[in-house]
């Protein structure tokens, strides 16, 4: 379908690890993206794009803006700046794909929706992990019930390390709640399934040199009463889960590639009634059976195209954003919240 269809004309401003080795890297040998235009500091960097793609290079996006041919902007600059690089670029009447976070407060955030609305065009904020098998796969568990009605998952995204880049400061934006955090608040709202009643947040900084937080921790409630228990450090050596899904009628963990589940059948239960009175021989317990059933499969789930599937979709095939605009600020209004509680000074 895509070879019938022009391909979508993409400017991509940043071209550092995200905007080149993960959009340019996506969009490259790929029939329904064309890259026409790159802006960065870096001279070198803009040369590497123009020898590959024998696109437009410019070192500021708003000349790029004024003289590239382009319907859809990649915005993969400092986190600091997305905001402000979007909001121009869906001034200037193009789509907008925005790296993550998409901004680094919720005015910010709401103001890009704003404009988008205003400008009548897309804004896709690029929370690509939603498309991961691992995530599809624990959404299918949950969704189909496979361990009951989930009461609570822990999402662990552990190790240690010292980090100096620019990502290490808080004037860039910089800290793992901002850079690693929008992948995994994302998914533990979407576990959460409900709007979101309490945040509970407790950041540190540990190992890296800059002043930003390299260790987090974050706790959503819902409205429903579910609890997503997620912890983001550099500074943890040894390794946990990175998901655990606790269920009314079993556990789920998986290190993002094989899940063990240990489940069973309600209906194989025997009866079970309370007893007020004392019991003989001051037992402690009782002889219940559970029946368990244990098994280990792929953590892979109902595949939905990956991110750029979906960009594809919406803006030629009248498709439905997966990630939307708002999803987006509800990241940013979860992140926000943590922030606020746990009071972090370097």
């Not at 895509?2 to 995200?18: E, F, H, M, N, Q």
């Not at 020898?51 to 003289?67: A, I, M, N």
């Not at 589940?261 to 009866?271: N, T």
């Amino acid at each position: 379908m895509a070879g019938r269809l022009k391909p979508i004309k993409v400017a991509v401003v940043g071209l550092g690890r995200a905007g080149w080795n993960i959009h340019v890297r996506r969009m490259r040998g790929h029939e329904e993206f064309q890259i026409t235009a790159v802006a960065d500091w870096d001279p070198e960097r803009q040369q590497e794009a123009a020898d590959e793609f024998g696109c437009l290079t410019f070192s500021d996006h708003r000349r790029l803006l004024r003289e590239a041919e382009a319907e859809v902007v990649v915005v993969a600059t400092y986190s600091n700046t997305h905001s402000r690089v979007a909001i121009d670029a869906l001034k200037s009447g193009r789509h907008v794909i925005v790296e993550k976070p998409m901004a680094t407060s919720v005015p910010a955030a709401v103001a890009m929706v704003r404009a988008a609305r205003k400008a009548r065009k897309k804004l896709f904020v690029h929370q690509n992990y939603r498309f991961t098998p691992e995530v599809r796969h624990l959404l299918d568990v949950i969704e189909d019930r496979t361990i009951g009605e989930v009461f609570e998952a822990r999402i662990r995204i552990l190790g240690f390390s010292r980090r100096n880049d620019w990502q290490t400061l808080q004037k860039y934006g910089g800290g793992v709640l901002n850079n690693t955090g929008p992948h995994f608040v994302d998914v533990a709202l979407k576990i959460l399934g409900s709007p979101v009643k309490t945040v509970f947040g407790d950041l540190k900084l540990i190992s890296d040199v800059g002043d930003a937080e390299d260790h987090c921790k974050v706790i959503l409630r819902g409205e429903n009463g579910r609890v997503v228990d997620l912890e983001i450090s550099t500074a943890c050596a040894m390794p946990e889960p990175k998901w655990t899904l606790l269920g009314t009628q079993g556990t789920l963990v998986s290190d993002g590639k094989v899940s063990k589940i240990r489940c069973f059948d309600p209906r194989k239960l025997g009866p079970l009634h309370v007893i007020e009175t004392p019991l003989p021989g001051r037992i402690y317990g009782n002889e219940d059976v559970i029946p368990w059933e244990e098994r280990e499969v792929p953590s892979v789930g109902r595949s939905i195209g990956d991110f750029y599937d979906n960009v594809w979709a919406v803006l030629r095939e009248r498709g439905k954003m997966v990630v939307t605009a708002q999803d987006g600020v509800d990241i940013i209004k979860a992140i926000q919240a943590a922030k606020r509680k746990s009071l972090f000074q370097a």
